[in-house]
């Protein structure tokens, strides 16, 4: 039976209450320390400051960097490889997301090494009982750890309902591998990825977690208050009891069950023994996505097939605008092209195509270029499709309150 512990946090101490559900899980004695190269890996997708939700708060990060400083390993590092759209050298990388969450400075405190995994060495792997990614490579740091200690943020997620500790190791895959994972089938591809790269150990922030249609502006952000942490070492588990705690039906997160079809973990709750908290006196129902996409969405088509978060990430931008400069009633009359779709059926009106993925369907309406294309190409995009005062737009867009780095 795996184990999972729930803690909720007492007068805001995040320090105690991670050392308290390491200690419920029976702690770290079991892990082989001695000597030992421990990667710590947050989620610092995005340029995020902590206590947003959408990173790892960093105050978890300093908890457990220490907790495991404690057990004198060889080294410790803290890695990270941010997300396609957050992969530019010198500029929004993943160094510059660790500094913005706060993590680089922690980690000059304690002592520790800083690794941009998408800057690593890569290292090819094969993995013969694949879903989908039967070779691929992954950032040497990560593959050559002798501990993983993973700490991923609860956040609902597009395509995978949610996103915690088995798709927080994506970023141990270099931008290319990322972006593959979505043409293979992401839920697999996230298994295959752990099969050679599963954390030893999952300690999840569920202080702040985030909800609904996120997306890049602040008003997107949607975050739901939990105030509590889980801890395992079966992240198969600690993703199941997450996602019920998040309001999920675990037969539904699609990775999490082929995580156990594949035998990473157990995800049937029977089988999961919690400890501390119980489920159902933490559950913060999350709304899912889609559920809070659809409104954003207003009734436009998403032409699709195996399209990432790039693109996805970068359109809900647009609809945001859209919204925000009151044009909702135009919505009905915009269809976006992107990914790799078979065909395209009939249309009435002149699409927008998105993205590189979706360059064989450029000359079917207005392309926007990119991997991904950028959130106010795509904008002026819309707003020549469907015949906007771009002005009004933009005069929206400046309204809005920036989320950056600078907050
Ligand atoms: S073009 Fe869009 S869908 Fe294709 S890989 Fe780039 S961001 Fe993802």
């Known amino acids: 039976m795996s184990v999972v512990s729930i803690v909720k946090l007492q007068n805001e101490d995040v320090e105690e209450a991670v050392r308290k559900a390491v200690s419920l899980t029976g702690g770290f004695e079991t892990l082989a320390w001695e000597g030992a190269t421990v990667l ?15 990173v790892t708060d960093v105050r978890l990060v300093e908890a457990v960097t220490k907790l495991a400083l404690e057990k004198n390993p060889g080294k410790v590092i803290i890695g990270e490889g941010s997300s396609v759209g957050y992969d530019f050298r010198e500029t929004w990388d993943s160094m510059r997301c660790m500094e913005v969450a706060g993590v680089t400075e922690v980690a000059k405190r304690l002592g520790v090494a800083v690794v941009d995994l998408n800057r690593d060495e890569q290292v090819e792997v094969n993995v013969p009982d694949a879903f989908v990614m039967e070779r691929f490579a992954i950032a040497r740091t990560a593959l050559e750890a002798d501990v993983i200690i993973c700490l991923p943020v609860i956040k609902t997620h597009i395509r995978t309902g949610i996103t915690c500790g088995l798709k927080n190791m994506k970023g141990i895959l270099p931008g290319n591998e990322k972006k593959r994972t979505h043409k293979l089938g992401l839920d697999q591809g996230i298994v295959d990825l752990n099969r050679v790269a599963k954390p030893t150990f ?19 952000i949607d975050t739901v208050p939990m105030d509590v942490v889980f801890a395992g070492s079966d992240v198969v588990a600690v993703d199941a009891v ?10 539904e997160i699609l990775h999490v069950q082929l995580a156990a079809e594949a035998g990473l973990g157990v995800c049937d709750l029977d089988l999961i023994q919690v400890r501390g908290e119980r489920i159902k006196d ?11 996409a659809k409104d954003l969405f207003g009734g436009a088509t998403v032409i699709e097939k195996d399209s990432c978060t790039g693109c996805m990430g970068e359109s809900v931008s647009t609809f945001i605008y859209l919204n925000k400069a009151g044009f909702q009633e135009k919505l009905p009359h915009l269809t976006f092209i992107m990914g790799t779709p078979e065909e395209i059926p009939p249309l009435k ?10 360059k064989e369907y450029r000359d079917q309406g207005i392309f926007v270029p990119g991997c991904p294309p950028h959130g106010l190409k795509i904008t002026d995009a819309v707003c020549q499709a469907l015949e906007i005062d771009q002005d009004i737009v933009h005069r929206a867009i400046t309204e809005l309150h920036s989320f950056s780095a600078d907050e």
Do not use: H, M, Y
């Open 40 to 54: 710590i890996k947050p989620n610092t997708v995005l340029p995020a400051k902590t206590g947003t939700g959408i």
């Open 242 to 251: 997450c996602a019920a705690a998040a309001g999920f039906d675990v037969g």
């Open 349 to 358: 009106e002149r699409p927008v195509v998105l993205g590189r993925c979706a």
């Open 282 to 292: 933490v559950r913060r129902p999350f709304i899912p996505f889609l559920e809070a």
């Open 202 to 220: 999952t300690i999840v922030d569920g202080i702040v977690g985030v909800q609904g249609a996120w997306g890049s502006k602040a008003e997107a």
